[in-house]
């Protein structure tokens, strides 16, 4: 037997669930900053609109940038965050590399003027070996 009252609770809850789930989401796009004036319209009861936010660009990117999550969840991110992680990742790696590099060189100069030095107070010449003056 059909019963008014339930399908009408079952619906207003439906719509409160959705509500409380576009205020959510709305909430945290507001976080970010020149996000909240970007955000599309919508009637009460009715989800966020993905597909407004994706034509949006400067919505879509302020997003990506500073809530990849919610970007993803929205259906609109991108892998800029990732490839931003990877390329610092990349620059640390061969900031790295060349420090090690630079001591090595040090090292081998350093080495290279003890020889120098040695050599020139046993009187022998560092490039042929062979006793100075002679």
């Known amino acids: ?3 008014l009252d339930q399908e009408v609770a079952k619906a207003h809850q439906s719509v409160t669930e959705i509500e409380s789930q576009a205020r ?15 955000l599309p319209k919508r009637a ?7 597909a407004a936010i994706a034509r949006s660009l400067t919505l879509r990117s302020l997003l ?22 990877e390329e610092k990742e990349a620059r640390r790696l061969r ?3 060349l420090g090690m590099k630079t001591e090595k060189i040090r090292a081998q100069n350093q080495a290279a003027a003890l020889h120098r030095e040695r ?9 042929t070996g062979r006793r100075l003056g002679q």
Request: net charge negative.
């Open 44 to 50: 009460y009861g009715k989800s966020i609109d993905t």
């Open 95 to 97: 900031a790295q590399a």
């Open 1 to 3: 037997m059909f019963d």
């Open 24 to 38: 959510a989401i709305e909430a945290r796009i507001k976080k970010i900053d020149g996000a909240d004036n970007l």
């Open 64 to 85: 990506a940038k500073n809530d990849p999550q919610l970007a993803s969840y929205l259906g609109v991110g991108t892998d800029a965050h990732i490839r931003a992680e």
């Open 119 to 127: 050599a020139s107070l046993a009187g022998v010449s560092p490039l």
